[in-house]
């Protein structure tokens, strides 16, 4: 392992912060990560022993400590003991969801009842 670091990626990845390493890439290439408070634009971005990264996992806000390099995508424990949790993901750390307009009951488009009620209204058979 070389003293330079590690990339962005493999590392967001071997702590499983994501599921997969294209993940973690489409992440730090969307700009979504910073390292030491710089913005991220690139996966090959080098990570060191005592960064502190900010991401968006899902919708929180994650802000971590880089205590260890890995050479492997290991079990969870082995994941845990590579970074601090400086920020652990809760209720008031969440980004807003986005929500779909939403319908009253009763709006839109009329249910098979609703269309035998207005065809005896009607008078129709």
Not at 1 to 23: H, N, P, Q
Not at 47 to 65: A, C, E
Not at 110 to 124: I, Q, S
């Amino acid at each position: 392992m070389s003293d330079e670091g590690l990339r962005a990626d493999k590392w967001l990845w071997y702590a499983r912060f994501f599921k997969t390493r294209s993940l973690a890439t489409r992440v730090c290439n969307a700009g979504q990560v910073r390292i030491g408070g710089n913005g991220v634009s690139k996966a090959h971005s080098k990570v060191k022993v005592g960064d502190v990264l900010t991401f968006t996992q899902s919708r929180h806000i994650r802000v971590v400590k880089v205590l260890a390099l890995a050479t492997r995508r290991g079990p969870a424990p082995e994941a845990r003991a590579l970074y601090e949790d400086l920020k652990p993901p809760e209720a008031a750390n969440r980004l807003p969801r986005r929500s779909a307009p939403g319908r009253s009951p009763g709006t839109g488009r009329p249910t098979k009842k609703d269309r035998r009620a207005v065809d005896r209204l009607v008078g129709e058979p």
